[in-house]
């Protein structure tokens, strides 16, 4: 397999330099910048390319690790182009292989191969990249392939459909990007209460960290406390009434997920009362 990269950020250097250092065979970058995928072919030991047309003719698989907007653009071009027999990858979490239109033209096949981690350094973040889970998700002739090539750099991955890419998406989004907002929400309510930013968060803090650890220890069910699986009706009603409509509303809604939850924890406890209180 010979593997080219159009995009050299921080996904096409991490990618790059991850396979290399799994003796995968990648033979270079081509870049909107020729600045770009000049460093990361230096940062790879790999080749630069100039052009479009010569990382395709030297690679059989490639990856468009271009921003998502650039994904169809970059297609749209290359499939103008003459070429058959090549897999052509992206790694946008939302988006599929479907954006690959009419790739069957040219005998060649299509997929959206997802690190389920942030990249956030072109240059360490590879470093990191073992502990990260992809999905794979594209044309069944080359997906078992694809499969093997992920699992032979010691990761896990999972095939999905492509209906399902958006929700998948979602899901990341809520554990990662709805984090940090209600992590804001928190300091804010903190700075109502007089602490300035910096001594909110690190109050918090303890909070925060161990929550997740505990979540990842021993998942959702087993790490809930709180008035909600208390079934502490006068704590939610005091909450309730010292908060804005926005965060009202927030509140409500996360609470009735978390009933879901405390019923599972607890399910010889009535929760009805509550149920009935958070729907009004
Ligand atoms: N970062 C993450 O945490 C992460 C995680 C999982 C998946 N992804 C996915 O990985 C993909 C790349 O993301 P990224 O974070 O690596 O973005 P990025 O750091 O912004 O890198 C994208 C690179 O693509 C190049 N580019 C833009 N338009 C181009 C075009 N028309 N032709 C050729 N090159 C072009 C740019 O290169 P120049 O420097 O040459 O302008 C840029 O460096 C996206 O689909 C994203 O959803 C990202």
Known sequence: MKIGFIGAGKVGCSLGKYFCEHNLDVIGYYSKNPESAIHAA???????????????????????TVPDGAIKDVWD????????????????????SAVFS??????????????????SDK???????????FTLEGSKECL?????????????????????????????????????ALTQIGI??????????????????????????????????ESLTGPVERYDLETITNHL???SEKERQ?????????LSIAKKKNPDRNYDELKIMLGE
């Open 102 to 119: 009419k790739i069957d033209i040219h005998q060649s096949y299509g997929y959206s191969i997802h690190p389920l981690f942030a990249i």
């Open 123 to 133: 240059l360490n973040s590879y470093k990191n990249l073992s502990g990260a889970f």
């Open 144 to 180: 078992q392939k694809m499969q093997t090539l992920i699992r032979s750099l010691g990761n896990t991955v999972q095939v999905i459909s492509s209906e399902n890419k958006h929700l998948y998406h979602s899901a990341a989004v809520f554990v990662s990007n709805f984090m940090v």
């Open 77 to 96: 071009y290359i499939q103008n182009l003459s070429f058959k027999n090549k897999i052509i990858c992206h790694c946008s979490g939302s988006l599929s």
């Open 250 to 258: 927030l509140y409500i809604l996360l609470s009735e997920e978390l």
């Open 241 to 243: 009434n010292s908060l």
């Open 188 to 221: 804010d309510l903190m700075v109502k209460c007089g602490f300035d930013e910096n001594d909110a968060l690190l109050s918090l803090k303890p909070l925060i960290v161990e929550n997740i650890q505990n979540i990842v220890k021993q998942g959702t069910v």
């Open 42 to 64: 230096e940062f790879t030991d790999t080749m630069y390319f100039k052009d479009i047309e010569s990382i395709i003719e030297a690679s059989d698989t490639l990856f468009l």
